[in-house]
Nanobody, 120 residues
């Protein structure tokens, strides 16, 4: 069993900042790529940012220059620093991780989601 627990969502005014955290726990050997996705009402879930175990990051064009993804491998935790937030960033944000639970078994794990609301 692997659990991803997110925290840090909430209500913020446009132009403000929030920091999301996601900690993986359970039967973990190691964690490969970790990432953040989001889903706004009526929309499909979309990729926000990914980070490899080596620290290489990729971002959706819509968040480049405003969001920063980082991770602490010792804690199996990934973070998303969100600055200059816009109303269109309003969504439920989900953490995702490619977790090695054995050799060669991996698990595509998801968190329960945390709501980010940006008011105009």
């Amino acid at each position: 069993q692997v659990q991803l627990v997110e925290s840090g969502g909430g209500l913020v005014q446009a132009g403000g900042s929030l920091r999301l955290s996601c900690a993986a726990s359970g039967n973990i050997v190691s964690v490969n790529t970790m990432g953040w996705y989001r889903q706004a009402p009526g929309n499909l879930r979309e990729l926000v940012a990914l980070i490899t175990s080596g620290g290489s990051a990729n971002y959706a064009d819509s968040v480049k220059g405003r969001f920063t993804i980082s991770r602490d491998n010792a804690k199996n935790t990934v973070y998303l620093q969100m600055n200059s937030l816009k109303p269109e960033d309003t969504a439920v944000y989900y953490c995702n991780a490619d977790v090695v639970v054995g050799t060669p078994n991996t698990l595509d794990a998801w968190g329960q989601g945390t709501l980010v609301t940006v008011s105009s």
